[in-house]
Structure formats: C-alpha cells, structure tokens
C-alpha cells in the first residue's frame, strides 16, 4: 500500500482495493475501507492525519471490511448509501443474496462477509458536508444494489462502477447487481467531465471513456452469448459460458447471469417458462 498525491488535500491509497484519502483540518476523510483488519490497519498508519470519517461507495466486503477496525480505533463516523448500509450493518445478506438462503460454507469467510459496521450518517445523491468538505456524491447502480461513486475537487472515486481494462480481461464474466443500471450508469460516466478518475481496483487515469466504451461492449457480448445459447435452464447456460472453478466462483457468476437475464426478459429479448420441472430461458 502506497499513499499517492493526487492534489492539495486529496490522495489515494493504493492497494488490491484503491481507497480515497482527502484531508481536512482536523483530519482525513478515507473512500473504502478495504477488505479487513490488516487492510485498515496499514491505512491507518500510512496516514499523517487522524481518519475521522470512512464513506463507503458501496457494501462489498474489498470495500467495508475495514470499517469496524477503524472505528474502533478512531471513533470516525461511517457514511454510506441507504441499501448499502443495511449490507454493511448485517453482512450476512450479502451471501444470502448470493445462495438465495443461509449461505453455504464457501461464502461465509472474509471475501463475502466483511465484519459488521454501525453506519452513522446514509446519503443519497447530491452534495453532502462531512467535515468542513463539500462531497458530492453520484449514484451509479448497477454493480450492487445502491452502488455510489464519490466526488471532491474535480477527482472522482468511481468505486466498482465499471472494471478496468486489465480486471476486464481477467474477468471475463463481471458482477452485476442490474444489468439495465448499470448500462445507464456507464453512459452517465461517459458524459462526467472528471479532472482524475480513480477506480477501486485498477491504475487511475485522466480518461476513462475508452474503458467506459470496453465495459459497454462486454455488456454487448455477454448478452448476444446468451442469446447464442438459449432453449436451456440457467445452469446449463452458465456452465457454457463461463466454467466456474469453484463454489464462490460459481455463485458469483449465477448472480450476475441471474442480473443478465432479468435485464434480458425486461427488454423482451427473452423469457421464461417450465419444462418437466425445469426453468428454461427461450426467445419469446
Ligand atoms: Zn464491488
């Protein structure tokens, strides 16, 4: 982890998880938390300023799981956005979202559940002061529920609003939440007139139009995929498509497959019905 100078009064922390750093007089305001313990540990002490406050773009484990251990440590105040909290206050939602009941072994760990954290203030999209600084926050859905992206002096903290080309290549199947929102939120960053863009997972940049334009076109291919392969159930669907590796692989992947084709029938490109007990997606 490394503490990079973006501008007077906002920096990044770098890391498997990139997180916001912007100072104040009375001390620093971090975006994310990163994935635990150690994460918030080295974050804390990279810092010259007392943390006194974390805003969390959204409630994945990589971008809360530091959230208890910096509040207990520094009694800061945890912003985040409304449905997001309730992911962060009560962690077991997000595998149970994932299995669709109490979560199966392989997504009860750290990945999945980060330790839960007591959120002081919620936010929806618009400005907000937190410590003398003016943030604006900009909803992004689609990756997750509520997901946000944040603002402060022209730099942008885009969270997991869109991969970068590197992640995109490694993962050639990404998390959706909403498939329909997230094409909404990528054509709504295209329009942003950012000075510096700093994704959570990814080397940031003055320009991200060409990434934007790779995300929308993965979108694209995904969807004529299964369109290429449709007449099966969703498990035959996935296993052609993408072969997991693993149980948390797998629930991943059927989550976001799961986003693909609620968007898909949304836009009647497809729809559901039985066949001998089976739930088959066909054109309509
Ligand atoms: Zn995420």
């Known amino acids: 982890m490394e503490l990079n100078r973006i501008k007077e009064g906002v920096s990044f922390l770098s890391g498997p998880t990139n997180l916001g750093v912007i100072e104040t007089d009375d001390g620093a305001i971090l975006i994310d ?55 962060i206050e009560h962690p077991l939602l997000e595998p149970s979202y994932l299995y669709s009941a109490f979560p199966v072994r392989e997504l009860r760990n750290k990945f999945f559940m980060a330790k839960p954290s007591k959120v002081d203030s919620t936010f929806e999209e618009g400005m907000i002061s937190v410590m003398g600084r003016n943030i604006k926050m900009i909803a992004l859905p689609g990756h997750s529920i509520n997901h946000f ?36 939120t990528l054509n709504k960053l295209l329009s942003l007139k950012e000075e510096y863009y700093v994704p959570s997972h990814g080397k940031p940049g003055t320009s991200v139009s ?42 991943l992947c059927r989550a976001s497959l799961m986003a693909f084709l609620s968007h898909m029938q949304e836009c009647n490109k497809i729809e559901c019905r039985m066949e001998k007990g089976k739930l088959i997606w066909t054109t309509p």
């Open 149 to 184: 992206g944040i603002e402060v002096d022209n730099v942008f903290f885009c969270g997991d609003a869109f991969l970068s080309e590197s992640v995109l290549e490694k993962h050639s199947f990404p998390l959706y939440f909403n498939v329909g929102e997230e094409k909404e």
């Open 33 to 87: 938390s990163g994935m635990d313990d150690d994460t918030a540990r080295r974050a804390l002490n990279l810092l010259e300023k007392k943390v006194r406050a974390v805003i969390n773009t959204h409630s994945h484990a990589d971008h809360c799981g530091g959230n208890a251990f910096i509040k207990k440590r520094t009694d800061a105040q945890i912003f985040a956005p409304e449905l997001e909290s309730c992911f």
């Open 210 to 251: 060409d990434t934007i334009k790779a995300n929308i076109e993965k979108i694209e291919e995904i969807e004529n995929a299964i369109l290429q392969g449709i007449g099966k159930s969703a498990e035959e669907i996935l296993s052609e498509l993408i072969p997991a590796s693993n149980p948390a692989e797998y629930f």
